[in-house]
């Protein structure tokens, strides 16, 4: 009989379940240089992938499949960086996030915010939004892991939101876009919200609102808010002056790794990892990586 997720099977090791929630890096936002002004696009959040019971995946999917793990088996674990916003007084997208992974279990890197010679907001594992100038499209999420950034406001100039693991970006209109929503989880103990998309920058209103660890949009002189570490939010898109001067676009919240467990497990976290495990709670201890490449094993 299966103890708290153990299963003996004759002739093969024994394994048991881990529930996982893997989220990728969030992109960075974009700047932009036009003197007329307008806004760039706030970044996509890092793809979001979760198989805790009852829970879901991004972009509205189910929680994925059950994952049998074996004892003494290393299995490989990345967690993605965010991507670097878009320099003061250039006109480029931001950088996407990186990806993030679990054995195999692979989670896309944000999307970067639009650019004011780019225009068009990066796909990734939620999309970028785009930029005010010649009316960008927003960049396109993946399946099963995030939603699309926003369109911009053409006539007031206002960047459009990147995409969130949980709903797209808006474009902007009286202000800049908001970022798309997080998705919550209690796979540690306590409901998180992660997985936020970036907000629209602006030059004048305000720059676009933003949650579950995305980075808000700026107006005027100021740079976009930087995503925050461990939700894989969006970088929110830079401020504009009005004339010869932009900000710039916010980074990219890191990813996260979180692996769930039978209480009477063993887990040995890997050189070049930097993670921690919580006390049991439950019949289950909780392994959280927020950095770094390496491997894991249980005994």
Not at 52 to 77: C, L, M
Request: aromatic share 4%; hydrophobic share 25%.
């Amino acid at each position: 009989m299966p103890i708290l997720g153990i299963m003996a099977s004759s002739g093969t090791p024994r394994t048991f379940n881990v529930q996982y929630l893997v989220i990728a890096g969030g992109g960075g936002g974009g700047s932009v240089t036009d003197p007329t002004g307008g806004g760039p696009g706030g970044a996509g959040a890092g793809g979001y992938r979760c198989n805790v019971p009852g829970e879901s995946s991004g972009r509205g999917a189910a929680a994925e499949a059950s994952f049998a793990a074996a004892f003494n088996t290393f299995y490989s674990v990345t967690v993605g960086g965010g991507g670097a916003g878009s320099a003061a007084n250039t006109s480029t997208n931001g950088t996407n996030g990186t990806n993030s992974t679990f054995a195999t279990i692979t989670s896309t890197g944000g999307g970067g915010g639009g650019g004011g010679s780019v225009n068009n907001g990066s796909a990734g594992g939620a999309g970028g939004g785009a930029t005010w100038n010649s009316g960008g499209a927003g960049g396109a999420g993946t399946t099963a892991q995030g939603y699309d950034g926003a369109a911009p406001s053409l006539t007031a100039r206002r960047g459009g939101g990147g995409g969130g693991a949980g709903s797209a970006g808006t474009a902007g209109a009286t202000n800049g876009g908001a970022g798309g929503s997080g998705v919550a989880s209690s796979i540690s103990g306590s409901s998180v919200t992660r997985g936020g998309g970036g907000g629209g920058g602006t030059q004048a209103g305000t720059g676009g609102t933003a949650t579950g660890g995305g980075g808000a949009g700026s107006s005027g002189s100021a740079a976009g808010i930087d995503g925050t570490a461990a939700t894989g939010g969006g970088g929110g898109g830079g401020g504009h002056n009005g004339g010869s001067t932009s900000y710039a676009g916010g980074n990219g919240g890191a990813g996260v790794v979180i692996l769930k467990y039978p209480d009477n497990l063993t887990v040995t976290i890997g050189a070049g990892l930097t993670g921690s495990t919580a006390a049991p709670s439950g019949g289950f201890k909780v392994t959280t990586v927020t950095a770094g490449t390496g491997n894991v094993s249980w005994t």
